[in-house]
Each structure stands twice: as structure tokens, then as C-alpha cells.
């Protein structure tokens, strides 16, 4: 079953309380990005925390191993469920978010690292002139792979790489998606984007939305139509 995270990109934190209000009822996952991390964080996860809500903290983290490894531990403290690095950080960066993560596990901590493979936001054409010359499907195997070798959790990726990254990863992976607008909506700045029940159906773990729900005129109204798309979708049975 793919799980819906609604992205709390607000600039206060009445407002994304005011989402998280509207919202709490069709969803459980909510997601503490740079915008509210930095203006309000340590409010809104404990708002989370107290209505029983899941935190998954999109702080991307990328810096040379050891600076992550002390991001990871000092992040811990918020004991967030997901958390996400650069998978572009390279495997001995991702070994030592790893080892901080196995160390907040020991005391406690559920927390599962995520590693970004190629931004959402990102074309071929963009990736060609940043250097990066492998097919955008390609670079995400290549990074889910190196996730996965160094005992990430799970990636964030498109839609059309779930099944890619599962080929490529033995299944170990999660999948979390953002790039998702219901059919008929405005990609806005997204590139490689699909509706939630294309989600679905590719077998996604998680998706991630942000301005579908957060600026629609009925945000209550915008998730439950997602939550039913999703729902709508019965995952094949095992063979
Ligand atoms: O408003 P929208 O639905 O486009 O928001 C998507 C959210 O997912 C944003 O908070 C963005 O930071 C995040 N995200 C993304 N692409 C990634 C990783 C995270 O769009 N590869």
C-alpha cells in the first residue's frame, strides 16, 4: 500500500499547523523540509509528534563523511522516522550516515535513511549541463545501488524508476516519490511527474505532496481525493 506524506513547505508555523489541522484526519505522514526546518522545526515536530503523526525530516544532507555522520547524530535527537542525505555524497558519506543511524537505533531511535538519487526537479538536459552525462534513469540505478550497498534504507525517486530501483536494489529498498500531481494539475516546477495512482500502481512505498494539497482552496478535500486514489489500487498478490 503506497502511504501519502503531505510536504509542509509553509513559511510559518501557523500555517503549516494549519494544514497539519486540516489534514490530520486523511493523513499520517508529514514531511519537515529546509523551510520549516530552519524557521520552525523543533515546533512543528513536537506539534507531530503530539497528534501521533509520523516525521520524515527532507534535510538532504551532503558534506564529507564525518560532517554528515555529526549531522545524522545531533538530527537523531528529533528521533524524525525517515531522513534524507545525497546519495551524490558518495558510499563512504552514506556508510557513515549509516553508522550514526545504527547508533541511534541502539538507543531507541526507529529512524530509516533515505538517500535522494536525482532530483525530481532535474531534466536530462539540466543534468548534461551540470556535468552529469548518464540518462537520468541510469544515474538513479547507479545511486540506488550505491545506496543499498552501503545499507540505506530506501531512495527517493521518480515514479517511472521504482521499478528500475527494485530491479537494481534486490527489492531491499523503500521507494518515496515526489514529482506527483493528480491528473489535470500544474507540474509547477517538477520535471518527472505522475498522478498517485500511477504511484500506485509502480509500487511506490510512499509519495511525497506538497502544493497539490498545501495551496489547493480545500486541502482536507485535496488529500482525501489522493488517499482514495491510492487506496483504490490493490497491490498484486506475491507468487
Ligand atoms: O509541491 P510539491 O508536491 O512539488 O513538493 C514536493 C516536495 O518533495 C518538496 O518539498 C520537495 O522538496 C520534495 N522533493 C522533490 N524531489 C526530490 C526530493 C524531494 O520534489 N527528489
Redo the contacts with the bound molecule.
Keep these: 500500500m503506497t502511504e501519502l506524506i503531505v ?1 509542509l ?1 509553509e513559511p510559518t508555523f501557523e500555517r503549516a499547523s494549519a494544514i497539519v489541522d486540516k489534514t490530520c484526519a486523511v493523513a499520517n505522514w508529514y ?1 519537515v ?1 529546509y523551510q520549516a526546518f530552519y524557521a520552525y522545526g523543533e515546533r512543528i515536530i513536537e506539534a507531530l509528534r503530539a497528534r501521533g503523526s509520523h516525521v520524515f525530516l ?1 534535510l538532504k544532507l551532503l558534506d564529507i563523511p564525518n560532517t554528515v555522520y555529526a549531522g545524522v547524530q545531533s538530527l537523531a535527537r528529533y528521533k524524525p522516522d525517515m531522513l534524507t542525505v545525497h546519495a551524490s555524497g558518495g558510499g563512504d558519506m552514506l556508510a557513515a550516515a549509516a553508522r550514526a543511524r545504527d547508533e541511534s537505533k541502539s538507543a531507541g531511535g526507529s529512524m530509516r535513511l533515505l538517500a ?1 538519487t ?4 532535474l531534466s536530462k538536459e539540466e543534468l548534461v549541463l551540470a556535468g552529469e552525462d548518464l540518462d537520468p534513469h541510469e544515474l538513479v540505478a547507479v545511486r540506488a545501488e550505491l545506496a543499498a550497498r552501503n545499507r540505506i534504507d530506501g531512495v ?1 525517486c521518480a515514479v517511472d524508476e521504482v521499478s528500475l530501483v527494485m530491479a537494481r536494489a534486490a527489492d531491499s529498498l523503500l521507494t518515496v516519490c ?3 500531481r493528480p491528473a489535470g494539475k500544474t507540474a ?1 516546477d ?1 520535471r518527472r511527474v505522475a498522478t498517485p495512482m500511477e504511484a500506485a500502481i509502480a509500487g511506490a512505498d510512499f509519495i ?5 494539497i498545501t495551496a489547493a482552496a480545500d486541502p482536507a478535500a485535496a488529500a482525501a481525493a489522493i488517499q482514495a486514489e491510492l487506496r483504490a489500487i490493490k497491490p498484486l498478490p506475491a507468487i
Excluded at 536525482?118 to 526537479?121: A, D, G, I, P, Q
Excluded at 511525497?208 to 497539490?212: A, E, F, K, M, S
Design positions: 510536504a513547505d514531511k523540509g527532507d535522494v536525482v532530483l525530481t526537479s527517493v515526489p514529482g506527483i509547477d517538477q511525497v505532496v506538497g502544493r497539490p
